[in-house]
């Protein structure tokens, strides 16, 4: 009797991995079409169809483990591919691809510097101190995985911090954007303008480390993303010290769930569009304290708008001339910019090196504060550039 149940049991079990071995739809960068092919990572359906640079394909779940395996080696990607609920939604990012090449280059804003005393005078009062101290204090939990206790802990922690910061101002609000697949909220600061046109600064607060990730990981997460969300929070309190009262509504954004395919982001985007808001800039501080390379601020041109990444690259011309800036490219939709840019808004991600000389610590237990030399003057510069930004986009 027992003996049969096992059985039984075992027979269930491999009927549902069975009924779970499923493929999905996905859209990935045509650079890895090849690889991925060679490998057989596709479902019965393989390459469905293919635009400039995207590709809709159909990705087996049994292959996902050696899938991402082979993107780490050989692209240095984790995933590589973004998940869609239906072949439907894949081939709308195909659909919208033609549409977004001639949105890409379009000025959406006013895109003017003339706010030189404003500016001037909250850049001097950055302080890489507070920066490195708000990195330490999101990297000391033991992860922010999108689906483990610390990673709610720790946005309960971005919440109280950004709540702490706007104290006193009746004109903003923070507030949880909640997610129905998973615990992790995406916190959302709110600083009201009388326009509803709206300027987006965001970056992710989930960590990942290892190959499966997972809730159990150790992720500081240092520089990937506690530095982007630590530059934001030292804006924040920038603005409050000088009482900035913005024409435009500006929103401060961190992120769940980007470390797993964009997921947070993609929902915080798809709302805004569904409700017609009128996001006019989205800038994106996705690892902002390592020094990697000649560049101090890199410019990612894909997934973001060259209007205002020029804007961006004049900006820091203008009131930070010490700092060289320069371009270069992920290759894919490597971080929750591209949520926006998917959407039709005009996003831009200043990255702290060219691709090639990023923190190779980043999704490993390693990825701590030493690793940037204990402190934040890096990302410092990011803090100095998003001020400039947020006042000279809000006029
Ligand atoms: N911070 C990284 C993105 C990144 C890595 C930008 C290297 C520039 C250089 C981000 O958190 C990340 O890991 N993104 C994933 C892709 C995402 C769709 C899951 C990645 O890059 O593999
Ligand atoms: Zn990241």
């Known amino acids: 009797m027992?003996?049969?149940?096992t059985w039984i049991t075992l027979g269930a079990v491999l009927f549902s991995m069975q009924a779970y071995s499923q493929s999905f739809w996905a859209t990935i960068d045509k650079d890895v079409l090849s690889t991925m092919e060679k490998n057989q990572f596709f479902g019965e359906k393989g390459i469905k169809s293919t635009g400039d640079n995207i590709a809709v394909v159909e990705i087996d779940e049994r292959n996902l483990g050696h899938l991402s395996s082979i993107m780490h080696e050989e692209f240095r990607r984790c995933g590589g591919f973004v998940r869609h609920d239906s072949l439907e939604e894949a081939m709308g990012v195909l659909d919208n691809e033609q549409f977004m090449k001639s949105m890409n280059k379009a000025e959406v804003a006013n895109y003017t510097i003339d706010q030189d005393a404003t500016v001037n005078t909250m850049i001097a009062q950055v302080q890489e101190m507070n920066i490195r101290s708000q990195i330490e204090k999101m990297s000391s939990f033991?992860?922010?995985?999108?689906?483990s206790s610390?990673?709610?802990d720790s946005q309960r922690y971005v919440f109280d911090t950004w709540s702490s910061l706007i104290q006193g101002r009746t004109d903003a609000k923070v507030e949880y954007f909640r997610h129905s697949g998973w615990g992790q909220p995406t916190v959302i600061m709110t600083l009201e303008g009388a326009s509803s046109e709206t300027i987006v600064l965001g970056g992710h607060a989930d960590s990942i480390a290892g190959w499966m990730g997972g809730a159990n990981a150790t992720a500081p997460g240092a520089d990937d993303n506690a530095s982007g969300i630590s530059t934001l929070t030292e804006v924040i309190r920038i603005l409050m010290a000088n009482n900035f009262q913005p024409q435009k509504t500006i929103k401060f954004m961190a992120y769940a769930a980007e470390e797993v395919g964009l997921l947070g982001s993609k929902e915080v985007a798809a709302s805004f569009k569904k409700d017609n808001l009128n996001v006019i800039g989205v800038m994106q501080l996705d690892m902002t304290n390592f020094n990697g390379s000649q560049e101090d601020i890199v410019l990612m041109t894909d997934y973001t708008n060259e209007a205002q990444n020029q804007?961006?690259?004049?900006l820091i011309d203008h009131y930070l001339p010490g700092i060289k800036w320069g371009y270069d490219k992920c290759g894919y939709g490597c971080s929750d910019h591209a949520s926006w840019h998917n959407q039709g808004y005009p996003a831009s991600m200043p990255f702290e090196s060219r691709k090639g000389a990023m923190n190779r610590n980043i999704h490993t237990s390693r990825d701590r504060l030493d690793v940037s030399g204990g402190h934040a003057r890096h990302a410092?510069?990011?803090?100095?550039?998003a001020i400039a930004f947020v006042v000279e986009l809000d006029k």
């Not at 033991?142 to 689906?147: A, D, P, W």
């Open 150 to 152: 610390t990673g709610e």
């Open 380 to 385: 410092l510069k990011f803090s100095q550039m």
């Open 2 to 5: 027992k003996f049969h149940r």
């Open 142 to 147: 033991k992860n922010r995985y999108y689906k």
């Open 311 to 314: 804007f961006i690259g004049s």
